[in-house]
């Protein structure tokens, strides 16, 4: 796992924000046979300061702040308020993708003195938590064997 990776994940236990709240691990569903491509659109960025981090997971093990289930992240720049990533030979069958803004670049989200995020954050299918990142049922959609699908997730 590179650097950025260890990075992202760090950072996304930091979104959480309930350590009594998580669910039990997760088992990996059986995943249809096929891969398919997901283009992310990201919006809602304040600035084009620092860059866009992503994590691509596959299934509920690792969501969204471990290693299991992960199966792809990205640093992307930010421009016009938006920053897109392309993700190729996704296995068919459900995922979920979190995204935050490293405004400053220092690879880790920031929060406040409380661990609330002081950087803007995002999650698929506009899923949100009460106190913490939402499930990655709630994140979740589902990629058909062969099919390109495009997706969009707001930062806020």
Same mark, same amino acid.
């Given at each position: 796992m590179s650097n950025n990776q260890r990075r992202l994940v760090f950072v996304l236990a930091v979104v959480t924000l309930? #350590?009594? *709240? =998580?669910? /039990? @691990?997760? #088992?990996? *569903? =059986?995943? /249809? @046979?096929?891969?398919?491509?997901?283009?992310?659109?990201?919006?809602g960025f304040k600035s084009e300061?620092?860059?866009?981090?992503?994590?691509?997971y596959l299934d509920g093990r690792g969501w969204p702040d471990g290693e299991d289930g992960l199966f792809a992240s990205?640093?992307?720049?930010?421009s016009?308020?938006?920053?897109?990533?392309?993700?190729?030979?996704?296995?068919?069958?459900?995922?979920?993708?979190?995204?935050?803004?490293?405004?400053?670049g220092d690879g880790k989200m920031d929060t406040n003195m409380v661990g609330i995020?002081?950087?803007?954050?995002?999650?698929?299918?506009?899923?949100s938590g009460v106190f913490g990142a939402p499930s990655f049922e709630e994140a979740s959609l589902e990629l058909e064997a062969g099919a390109s699908m495009q997706i969009t997730?707001?930062?806020?």
């Open positions: 309930s #350590a009594c *709240a =998580s669910a /039990p @691990p997760q #088992a990996p *569903a =059986s995943r /249809p @046979p096929g891969t398919g491509r997901v283009e992310l659109t990201m919006t300061e620092g860059q866009a981090m992503v994590a691509f990205a640093v992307v720049p930010i016009g308020g938006s920053a897109i990533a392309t993700f190729e030979d996704v296995p068919a069958g459900p995922f979920a993708v979190s995204v935050y803004h490293d405004e400053n995020p002081s950087e803007d954050y995002g999650f698929s299918a506009d899923a997730v707001r930062v806020h």
